[in-house]
């Protein structure tokens, strides 16, 4: 896809090739990328811990990654019982049939840890990884970002969708995907709920940790650009292929429209809760950015 300003050479693929997963993420970035897929999202050392902790007790395909609300609750319950026995402190925020939170302590250090009913249907297998034990794909993680960014109101998700435009596949690719994942939305109606949603103040951008700080004016003006062209792709795309991936030669691609017989479509599947938070699911996407040789 080519943008008005620059030529990206092709930043949205997604090569095949053998591993664990089955997939590996490969983008190829020129030296003119944008200032803000730069901004790294530090994890405290207490998310670390536990996070390792956690990934040493659980099976990825299994216990990790579901849908069913009782088993949401049997692993958070499962999981903070673990945590306690290895020290932690744990206080119960919400215990709710939907959503399981607790605020996890040790020493001077807390956070917070939340476990959700979310769709165990993906595009590609979990990968392992050796901070966060297990990774969903970076498509699995742009298309669950885009979910989250339309459902809720939080600065941080602003900053990781244009990270995800510029590093992983164009925004209209993941949100056309997205909604094979969310029965009952259409693209465009996705990209209005988050145009609706980013109405945010630079006070608001002040609460997002990251490094450098995020840069108000700039990320909101590169928010509206890429919310352009992603409406401006699945405007011209045939409702019937909502909810799949385009494949070329292996890679996953955003099409050109016109030629849409030239592609292999790519459906999710059901296989497959973990533990996570704003500040984990963001820095999945750090990771993946700054080591895509190793997903």
Known sequence: MEQQTRRQPHPEELSRSPGP?????????DASRSRLSR???PLSNIQVDILRLLASHRDPEIDVFHDR???????????????????????????????????????????????????????????????FGYVLH???????????????REPRDVVDLVTIHEQILPLGTVVWASVGK??????????????????????DFRRVDSDPPVD??????????????????????????AGL?????????????????????????????WPTSLEISSAMLDRYYRHPDSV
């Open 69 to 131: 609300e009782e088993r949401v609750q049997e692993a958070a319950e499962h999981d903070a019982a673990f945590l306690s026995e290895q020290g932690y402190t744990l206080r119960w925020l919400r215990r709710e049939p939907l959503i399981f939170t607790v605020l996890a302590s040790r020493a001077d250090e807390q956070t917070k840890l939340e476990w959700l009913v979310d769709s165990d249907f993906r595009f590609f297998p979990v990968v392992p990884d050796e901070t």
């Open 182 to 203: 969310t029965l009952g939305f259409t693209p465009e109606g996705v990209i209005a709920e988050i145009r609706r949603n980013a109405r945010y103040t630079e006070a």
């Open 245 to 273: 991936l385009f494949l070329r030669l292996g890679h996953v691609v955003q099409p050109d429209p016109a030629r849409l017989p030239e592609y292999q479509t790519h459906s999710g599947k059901r296989r497959g809760q």
């Open 21 to 29: 997963s089955g997939w590996k993420g490969i983008w190829r970035l």
């Open 39 to 41: 901004l790294a999202v």
């Open 138 to 152: 970076p498509v699995d993680l742009a298309t669950n970002k885009v979910a989250a960014a339309y459902g809720r």
């Open 216 to 241: 108000p004016a700039a990320t909101m003006i590169r928010l509206r650009e890429v919310l352009a062209e992603a409406e401006a792709f699945v405007l011209s795309m045939p409702t019937s292929l």
